[in-house]
T-cell receptor, first 113, second 110 residues
Framework: NAGVTQTPKFQVLKTGQSMTLQCAQD?????MYWYRQDPGMGLRLIYY???????DKGEVPNGYNVSRLNKREFSLRLESAAPSQTSVYFC????????????FGNGTRLTVT | KNEVEQSPQNLTAQEGEFITINCSYS?????LHWLQQHPGGGIVSLFM???GKKKHGRLIATINIQEKHSSLHITASHPRDSAVYIC????????????FGPGTSLSVIP
């Protein structure tokens, strides 16, 4: 049982380049999330998807787009990367009922130069 | 002021010591989570609780809803417990919103 799988694990981009972070879960979860983690700060929500076909902005959505391709997959796209987007990105999923435990992927360490 | 705060920020302990990490929050919650993150690793959910106390192995989590405070205790600490411990709270909004604390970095020395 793989849980939540994120790719890639590491990525270096130049300013202005684009990329897509991929996330897939095999737990039949309804809700999926993208967070970023920066030193000294808690995880911050970028976007979430409460169910297949729906997406909504979180706390820090600027500069990002998402796509909930199907129930399993939720991708995060950076159209024009900026150094401020250097961070560790985590995908997570949950059943979507209130107080459901979160299941996290292993993270993507992104550096934008 | 952050809605979820943790103390201490960093903690170094000798192997075998009893460890306490504290979490306080300022919002109404439906549940509180304790998570563990090993260096360079993913994030694992340790506990989710809304009242009282939960125990799993050497880990104990308690919550006092009236005081808006939770503690994570580690008994007989071991170097493999070295990790960042994150407190997070679930807040009922239009979705199951989770607010994360900044984390406590624990290092257990043999």
């Amino acid at each position: 049982n793989a849980g939540v799988t994120q790719t890639p694990k590491f990525q270096v981009l130049k300013t202005g380049q684009s990329m897509t972070l991929q996330c897939a879960q095999d737990m039949n979860h309804n809700s999926m999330y993208w967070y970023r983690q920066d030193p000294g700060m808690g995880l911050r929500l970028i976007y979430y998807s409460a169910s297949e076909g729906t997406t909504d902005k979180g706390e820090v959505p600027n500069g990002y787009n998402v796509s909930r391709l199907n129930k399993r997959e939720f991708s995060l796209r950076l159209e024009s990367a900026a150094p401020s987007q250097t961070s560790v990105y985590f995908c997570a999923s949950s059943q979507g009922r209130y107080n459901s435990p979160l299941h996290f992927g292993n993270g993507t360490r992104l550096t934008v130069t | 002021k952050n809605e979820v705060e943790q103390s201490p920020q960093n903690l170094t302990a000798q192997e075998g010591e009893f460890i306490t990490i504290n979490c306080s929050y300022s919002v109404g919650i439906s549940a509180l989570h304790w998570l563990q993150q090993h260096p360079g690793g993913g994030i694992v959910s340790l506990f989710m609780l809304s009242s009282g106390k939960k125990k799993h192995g050497r880990l104990i989590a308690t919550i006092n809803i009236q005081e808006k405070h939770s503690s994570l205790h580690i008994t007989a600490s071991h170097p493999r417990d070295s990790a960042v411990y994150i407190c997070a709270v679930s807040v009922k909004t239009s979705y199951d919103k989770v607010i994360f604390g900044p984390g406590t970095s624990l290092s257990v020395i043999p």
